[in-house]
Structure formats: C-alpha cells, structure tokens
C-alpha cells in the first residue's frame, strides 16, 4: 500500500463550487505540504503544517484553506473554486528527524474547473 | 531569492545515449539540493540528493555533484534506457527557511527512444 494517498485521483468541478482534497499518510511523519503543479512552474506551496496545531501559509495560499484532522491527514479545501486553480495537487510529508530533507510525495490530484 | 532553473525540454535520446540535465540554483547560504523524478501519473520520488558543497548523489546509474563554484547540481546517467523517460525536477532547501519547503525547477520531461 502506498504511504502517501489522495483522494480523489481526478476532479472535474464548476466555478463557485466547494471542493476537498484530502491527503493521508501512514509513515508517521509530523509534516505535511500542499503543493500545486502547473506546467513550466514546477511545483509551488500552497500551505504546511507541523503538527495538528501548527498550520502556515506557502507562497501560494489565497483561495485555498486546508485542516489538519490528525496527524496522518491534512485537506486542501478551495471555497469558491475558479477556473485559474485547475492544476495538479500534490501532498506531501517530510520527518524532522534524520531524513527531514526529504519529501515523500503522493500521487496527485488533478483538479479541472470549468 | 532562491530559485532553480534548469533546461527545458522536453529531452529525446535514443536507448544507450549519455543524459545531462542541467541545473544551477540561487540560495542564500548553502542549500540542500535534489533530483526528483516523477513516472507518467505518479507523484514525485526523490532520486537523489546532496548536502554540501562537492558532494555526490547518486542513484539508479544517476548521480549529480553538488559545485557551489559555479552553483550547480547537473544530473548525469551513462547509459539510459525507456524506462527512464519520466519528468525530472532540481528542486532546492534552503536550510535558512523554518518551513522547510522545496523550491523547484519548472521540469524537464525526458523521453527516451528504443
């Protein structure tokens, strides 16, 4: 099984709606991104969390919310939804011990708003 | 500010062929760099990475040498083969940034040709 999941894979969605994209993880780590993938930007943070208390804003956070239910799953939520955010979501963890450099990536949500 | 750029592609070789991918990187201080990989509709997986200056990462044939001279990370293969063709990102942690995140390139898809 996949350490890093999310669902749903695929989104199809119309302007002004609500969506969530959830993440979930069973290698235990602390920390969880959410990052956006557009083509010829490579990917951009959106928000972080440190721990279920702990939430800050990436480089990329307006029109985007996210919640830290427990520690192994973290929601990115778009209120009102618009066309400009279509783009490939990803998740991802990172351990603060001796791998913190590494991120451990989920395989994407690709989200389409018409 | 940081940043990464690294050639576009996308890159065509024939099966056998030498790989270079360029890659140079702006940071304050002295960053971690890395090579992920992602396979056609899969997340991002780390391939390898490297600490500080002069230090080689290496993985799967792959390697790539940390030159703060010339602020550089270029990743390498001798010998590559389809399985390889995937999108390739340099992506950077600036050890300064409590949020940890990665800055990455904009990609470079590879394409490898029996």
């Known amino acids: 099984d996949a350490d890093v999941t999310q669902t749903p894979r695929n989104r199809i969605t119309k302007t002004g709606k609500r969506i969530m994209l959830e993440c979930s993880q069973t290698?235990?780590?602390?920390?969880m991104y959410w990052y956006r993938q557009d083509p010829g930007l490579g990917l951009r943070l959106i928000y972080y969390?440190?721990?279920?208390?702990?939430?800050n804003k990436g480089e990329i956070s307006d029109g985007y919310s996210v919640s830290r239910q427990a520690q192994a799953k973290f929601s990115l939520s778009l209120e009102s939804a618009i066309p400009n955010q279509t783009a490939l979501y990803f998740c991802?963890?990172?351990?603060?011990?001796?791998?913190?450099?590494?991120?451990?990536f989920g395989p994407g949500t690709r989200l389409t708003v018409l | 500010g940081n940043s990464v750029t690294q050639m576009e592609g996308p890159v065509t070789l024939s099966e056998e062929a030498f790989l270079t991918i360029n890659c140079t990187y702006t940071a304050t201080g002295y960053p971690s760099l890395f090579w992920y990989v992602q396979y056609p509709g899969e997340g991002l997986q780390l391939l390898l990475k490297a600490t500080k200056a002069d230090d080689k990462g290496s993985n799967k044939g792959f390697e790539a040498t940390y030159r703060k001279e010339t602020t550089s990370f270029h990743l390498e293969k001798g010998s590559v083969q389809v399985s390889d063709s995937a999108v390739y990102f340099c992506a950077l942690r600036n050890p300064m940034d409590s949020s940890y995140k990665l800055i990455f390139g904009s990609g470079t898809r590879l394409l490898v040709r029996p």
């Open positions: 969390s440190f721990d279920v208390k702990d939430i």
């Open positions: 991802a963890t990172s351990d603060p011990g001796t791998s913190r450099d590494t991120q451990y």
């Open positions: 290698k235990g780590h602390d920390r």
